[in-house]
């Protein structure tokens, strides 16, 4: 199977045109016509995720976070991002991304988190795209039954991969929660969404002090937050899956926790 084939199908799930205006999606490097027959997909294009393409003999590379966000005048093999590039050439390994286009597909990033923390209800977009109200940012539903707050933030982290940086709750423990609001990423720019979906909590990374403080004072939904790599991570076996029944390819999700965060200690009371 060509490159190019696997491409046409990936953009066919996320049209690269839903992508922020910002963002960098697409090809990254590789050759449309080289064949591929074993694709590794991760949250992020490391140096780690690279030795493990290698060892897996894959012949491209599907993340969710870009390579090259920014624009630069080198990819000389100085700096990480262009040893990175160097060795993928060299080894003949594609390497694609799709970012805020698989955020706002349908279903996306957010659906696959909704489904990994327990919500078994229908999702409808948090802050629906424009040009198309059936996707968008985030997602809203509905869990199987009330629970306690402290019960859904448990079983959120039994549903998302263990990191540093665990489950934070911002919140009563004992409130009743049933419908949830998630949204992978960072996503304190959806709080005012999630306060006027009805979400009894809110689920998301990247939550900061003041934002957060200021939210939960004024009476919003109790909020969770998570590692940024770990409610992005699910994803992967979503897509992963698409691409097996649309091509037939072999297709391995990696298991590499690449999350910034590394260490977690509690303080002295």
């Given at each position: ?33 080289a064949e591929v ?162 979400a009894d909590v ?23 937050d998570a590692a ?42």
């Amino acid at each position: 199977m060509r490159l190019s084939q696997v491409i046409a199908v990936l953009e066919k799930l996320y049209p690269p045109q839903w992508a922020e205006s910002w963002d960098a999606v697409g090809l990254v490097c590789g050759d449309p016509d080289a064949e591929v027959g074993r694709v590794l997909l991760a949250v992020d294009p490391v140096a780690a995720v690279v030795d493990e393409a290698l060892r897996r003999g894959a012949d491209l590379i599907v993340t969710h976070h870009p390579l090259l966000l920014r624009p630069v005048n080198s990819v000389a093999a100085t700096t990480f991002k262009g040893r990175i590039v160097h060795r993928l050439i060299s080894s003949g390994v594609a390497l694609y991304t799709a970012h805020t286009n698989a955020d706002v597909a349908d279903p996306g990033v957010s659906d696959a988190l909704a489904r990994a923390v327990g919500v078994t209800g229908p999702l409808r977009p948090l802050a629906p795209s424009p040009d198309d109200p059936a996707r968008g940012l985030g997602r809203v539903g509905e869990l199987p039954v009330t629970m306690p707050l402290r019960e859904f933030a448990a079983r959120a982290a039994a549903g998302l991969p263990a990191t540093a940086w665990g489950i934070r709750v911002a919140g009563d423990p004992d409130r009743p929660v049933r419908t949830v609001a998630v949204c992978g990423g960072s996503g304190d720019s959806l709080l005012d969404a999630a306060r006027r979906s009805g979400a009894d909590v809110y689920l998301t990374a990247d939550l900061r002090h003041h934002p957060a403080s200021e939210f939960s004072e004024a009476g919003g939904p109790a909020l969770v937050d998570a590692a940024h790599w770990a409610t992005e991570w699910p994803w992967l076996a979503d897509a992963r899956r698409r691409l097996a029944d649309e091509l037939g390819l072999d297709a391995h999700v990696s298991t590499l926790r690449t999350d910034a965060w590394t260490l977690h200690f509690e303080g002295e009371q």
